[in-house]
C-alpha cells in the first residue's frame, strides 16, 4: 500500500473516515466492523472519526464502547442536532489524513469500495467523488429529484459530476482544511474544493437501500438546497470581491439618487413642483443616497470579513458536547 504523504505541513496519517450520525444506532457497529476489516487491510495508518450529531438514541453509548476497544476510533457529540454539514466540518477540523474519506453512516455506502477510491486518488486528483450508478432509492422521492438537483448544481457550480449527492468523497487534506460548511453546503463540497484548485474525478460505487433507522430528509431538503445554491452561486462569483457585488448594487441607487437631484433642480427652475411632489422627491431622493451608501458599506464590511478570516476552530468548538479522542 502507498503512502500519502505529501510536503508542507504533513498529516499524520494517511487516511481519516469522517462519518456524521444521526440517530444510527442499529447501523453504527455494523459500519463499524465492515470499516475495520477492510481499513486493517490496506496496510496504512488510518483513523475512523464519527461525529455524532446530537442523537436523541443509544448511538453516542455505542460509538463510547466502540472508541473504548478500538484505538483507530475517535468520536464527537453535539450538544444538538446542527446537522450533517457541521458534523462533516467538525470531522474535518479532527482529521489527521493525509486523504480524508466522507461516507454515510447508515450503511448506504459501502466501505468495500475505499480501497477502490483511493486508488483513483493515487492518481493524482484532490477529490474523488462516488457516482451510485445503481442507486437504491425511492425513484420519484428521491432518484428524480436528485437528477435533477444535479443537473441544477453542475451547470451552477460547473463541476461537471454524475451524482454530486453521493456522500462517498475522498479530499485531500489540504483542499478541505480551507473549506468552511454550513447550511447544505456539504452537498456542494466539490464545488467549494474547485475554488481551491482542485483536481476532481468521480467513479461508480456500491448503493444499499438503508435497512434500518430512517431517512433525515424530506422532500423539504430540495428547497433548502436551492436555496443554498443561490447563495452559492453568489459566493462562487464574489468569493475574493464582495464589494463588486455589493458595491454595483450601491453604485446603481447612487446614480438613481443623481438624477432624483437633476428632477429636483429641473423643477425648481421650471417652477412645476408644489409642496407634495417636492416632499415626495426628496423623500425618495434621501431612500436612494442612504440605500445606496449602505450596499457600498456593506460591500465594505464584506471585503473586511473576508480579508480577516473566520476563527472557524472557535466556531465548531462552541458546537462539541463531548470528545472522544
Ligand atoms: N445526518 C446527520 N445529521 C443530520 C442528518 C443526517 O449527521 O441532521 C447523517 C445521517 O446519520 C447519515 C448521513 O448524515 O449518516 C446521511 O443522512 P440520510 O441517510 O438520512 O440521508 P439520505 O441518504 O436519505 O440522503
Ligand atoms: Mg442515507
Redesign the pocket.
Known amino acids: 500500500m502507498p503512502t500519502f504523504k505529501t510536503s508542507g505541513r504533513s498529516p499524520e496519517l494517511d487516511v481519516s473516515v469522517v ?6 444506532e442499529e447501523n453504527i457497529e455494523l459500519l463499524h466492523n465492515s470499516l475495520d476489516e477492510v481499513l486493517s487491510k490496506l496496510g496504512c495508518e488510518y483513523e475512523i472519526i464519527f ?1 455524532d ?1 446530537g442523537s436523541k438514541d443509544t448511538t453516542f453509548k455505542k460509538l463510547r464502547e466502540i472508541v473504548d476497544r478500538d484505538p483507530h476510533v475517535r468520536g464527537i457529540k453535539f450538544r444538538a ?1 446542527f ?2 454539514s457541521s ?1 462533516t466540518d467538525a470531522g474535518f477540523e479532527l482529521a489527521r489524513g493525509e486523504i480524508i474519506i466522507v461516507m ?3 450503511l ?1 455506502n459501502d466501505p468495500r469500495d475505499i480501497p477502490k477510491v483511493l486508488a483513483k486518488m493515487e492518481e493524482g486528483f484532490d477529490v474523488v467523488s462516488g457516482w451510485r450508478k445503481d442507486r437504491k432509492d425511492k425513484l420519484l422521492l428521491r432518484k428524480v429529484p436528485s437528477k435533477i438537483a444535479n443537473r441544477l448544481i453542475c451547470s451552477v457550480t460547473r463541476v461537471d459530476l454524475h451524482d454530486t449527492g453521493c ?1 462517498l468523497k475522498a479530499y485531500r487534506h489540504s483542499v478541505v482544511k480551507r473549506i468552511n460548511l454550513y447550511g447544505e453546503l456539504h452537498r456542494f463540497l466539490p464545488a467549494l474544493a474547485k475554488v481551491e484548485g482542485a483536481r476532481i474525478s468521480e467513479i461508480p460505487v456500491n448503493h444499499h437501500a ?1 435497512k434500518f433507522g430512517q ?3 424530506g422532500i423539504s431538503r430540495t428547497f433548502k438546497v436551492i436555496m443554498d445554491l443561490i447563495s452559492l452561486n453568489l459566493f462562487l462569483k464574489y468569493l475574493q470581491r464582495p464589494i463588486q457585488f455589493f458595491g454595483t448594487i450601491g453604485t446603481l441607487f447612487l446614480i438613481c439618487n443623481f438624477f432624483g437631484w437633476i428632477a429636483l433642480f429641473q423643477g425648481f427652475a421650471r417652477n412645476v413642483y408644489g409642496m407634495e411632489e417636492f416632499n415626495l422627491l426628496i423623500t425618495i431622493i434621501v431612500l436612494y443616497l442612504a440605500s445606496g451608501l449602505q450596499f457600498l458599506f456593506l460591500g465594505l464590511i464584506a471585503s473586511l470579513i473576508f480579508i480577516t478570516g473566520k476563527k472557524k476552530h472557535v466556531y465548531l468548538s462552541s458546537l462539541i458536547h463531548k470528545k472522544l479522542v
Open positions: 462519518i456524521p450520525l444521526y440517530n444510527e461525529i450529531d442536532n446537522g450533517q458534523a454515510d453512516g447508515d448506504q456522500a438503508r431517512s433525515k430528509y
